[in-house]
């Protein structure tokens, strides 16, 4: 473990944080292209702090000059995302040539996303989604011990044969934070309204919504809603369920909940019936989507249109689309 200057060693929060610190400055030298001077005042730190960042993102390969094309053409594309859409954090990954639907870069960009919010050495509270992206993000996570923080989870994750996602995230995340987690032990779709009205009066099931809204943070996937569905390949919504969701015109779907082009979630078929958290408008809250692929596209784009999200997590091809006037 580093160091400080008095011999002392500093602990993983301040690790972190000088790093963290670190990468702005070397960003804000190599690449925006500013003076130490500069730098010294857009970090509120000294001229000497300033380039002590700057080498240290050098010497700790914060830096790598081999990427500096596509990284500077991700972090344009980032900018230009977050001005149309008026994001209060935007990362976009370089899209793998191999690859076009992977989610390793964006579940890495992720994980650093959520450590550096797990750091914090105030309590917060996160909310999470499911699906494989977050699972992939959380996957990433180094081992940490934060049990002053809370997780939360915004769906069910029960199927209608009663068994549970493997891409459960709440879960997983607990065990590696030691974090207090609270689940919704309820399956993603009830049979009827009436069974779904019982089961959210549930006590401890209003006690996870309460804390779910008011969440400092909340993670969540965004899925397209065709025959690739993840609720549907994954068994959560049947063929006809899907397909009444689609006539309805529902383009995309988050934490179970269909929405429509301009992100308007329906009032139909199981969106009726659902226990998960109920989709709102971003207002001022933190809520950050994942998603990378042409097939997710529409679903991203009516998201960010709805203002359901308030940031995004993608790769270079799908911000490239996102942006097109098509």
Not at 104 to 113: C, D, H, T
Request: glycine share 8%; hydrophobic share 45%.
């Amino acid at each position: 473990m580093a160091r400080r200057p008095n011999g002392k060693k500093r602990t993983e929060q301040e690790e972190g944080s000088r790093l963290d610190d670190a990468a702005r400055a070397g960003w804000l030298y190599y690449i925006e292209g500013n003076t130490q001077n500069e730098i010294a005042r857009a970090l509120n730190v000294s001229r000497p702090t300033a380039q002590r960042l700057v080498s240290l993102a050098l010497s700790e390969r914060l830096i790598t000059f081999r990427l500096d094309h596509p990284i500077a053409a991700c972090m344009e594309l980032s900018r230009r995302l977050a001005d149309k859409f008026e994001l209060a954090h935007c990362d976009v990954v370089p899209t793998d040539p191999g690859n076009k639907t992977s989610v390793a870069g964006v579940a890495g960009s992720l994980a650093g996303f959520l450590e550096q919010k797990l750091i914090a050495a105030s309590p917060i509270i996160i909310a999470l989604g499911t699906g494989r992206t977050l699972r992939a993000a959380v996957d990433q996570i180094r081992p940490i011990k934060v049990p002053h923080h809370q997780l939360v989870s915004l769906v069910g994750n029960i199927a209608p044969d009663g068994s549970a996602s493997f891409f459960d995230t709440l879960t997983r995340l607990a065990d590696l934070t030691q974090a207090r987690h609270y689940p919704i032990p309820l399956p993603l779709v009830a049979t009827t309204r009436a069974e779904r009205d019982l089961l959210l009066s549930i006590e401890p099931v209003r006690h996870v919504y309460a804390l779910a809204e008011r969440a400092d943070v909340t993670v969540i996937g965004i899925g397209q809603m065709d025959m690739e569905a993840q609720a549907f390949v994954d068994g959560f919504l049947s063929k006809e369920q899907l397909l009444e969701l689609m006539r309805a015109g529902a383009v995309g779907e988050i934490i179970g909940r269909a929405y429509d082009a301009d992100g308007h979630p329906l009032e139909v078929g199981t969106n009726r019936l659902l226990t998960s958290v109920p989709l709102n408008a971003a207002d001022g809250r933190l809520v950050v989507g994942a998603a990378v692929g042409p097939a997710k596209v529409k679903a991203i784009r009516a998201a960010l249109r709805g203002r359901l999200i308030s940031g995004l997590v993608t790769d270079e091809a799908t911000a490239t689309a996102l942006l097109s006037t098509h």
